[in-house]
T-cell receptor, first 111, second 113 residues
């Protein structure tokens, strides 16, 4: 199918790790992205990974890519209340500008 | 860097009126995107430009929607006539093209009554 799929909700306690999962469809996708959207704001690029990589770490964020299963995950270590937001997974189709976004995962962080 | 600038931030208009949304991309970015976000349909790509040329407008809902990019620093999205179902948040984004990452503006919240 055409869709990038991700679960709609995730709830974690402050200080725990959050793992947000995503499956994509295009095996030729060159780049895969994670964006964050806070209330009333636009999407903010968090990180991206090139399709020939398995893992990328950036401070509290770890991205894992399983190309065989077309599965992407975002792990947020030591989750804080400020991490509460909607997280979008996205893929660049056909190696070009057309980026397909998932529906977003709403992360709730309980104090 | 000021980021992507959109205006107005909020627009309330009556059905049948013309609405023009404006966007200034980040300087040096060569691609520009218009999206619409609603609770029901999520984030939808309407159109994108590369080097000021429209590349894919397959997401434009109907002929009431039109977009222009007369130069590298300005784009408009026009809805004429507007309808209540056009109510949404409209985002503009730009990309430098290297790894196709996009930088989003703060959005324009459009309400058509």
């Amino acid at each position: 199918g055409e869709d990038v799929e991700q679960s709609l909700f995730l709830s974690v306690r402050e200080g725990d790790s959050s793992v947000i999962n995503c499956t994509y469809t295009d095996s030729s996708s060159t780049y895969l992205y994670w964006y964050k959207q806070e209330p009333g704001a636009g999407l903010q690029l968090l990180t991206y990974i090139f399709s020939n990589m398995d893992m990328k770490q950036d401070q509290r964020l770890t991205v894992l890519l399983n190309k065989k299963d077309k599965h992407l995950s975002l792990r947020i270590a030591d989750t804080q209340t400020g991490d509460s937001a909607i997280y979008f997974c996205a893929e660049s189709r056909g190696g070009g500008f057309k980026t397909i976004f998932g529906a977003g995962t709403r992360l709730f962080v309980k104090a | 860097d000021a980021g992507v600038i959109q205006s107005p931030r909020h627009e309330v208009t009556e059905m049948g009126q013309e609405v023009t949304l404006r966007c200034k991309p980040i300087s040096g970015h060569n691609s520009l995107f218009w999206y619409r976000q609603t609770m029901m349909r999520g984030l939808e790509l309407l159109i994108y430009f590369n080097n000021n040329v429209p590349i894919d407008d397959s997401g434009m809902p109907e002929d009431r929607f039109s977009a222009k990019m007369p130069n590298a620093s300005f784009s408009t999205l026009k809805i004429q006539p507007s309808e209540p179902r056009d109510s949404a948040v409209y985002f503009c984004a730009s990309s430098p093209g290297r790894s196709y990452e996009q930088y989003f503006g703060p959005g324009t919240r459009l309400t058509v009554t």
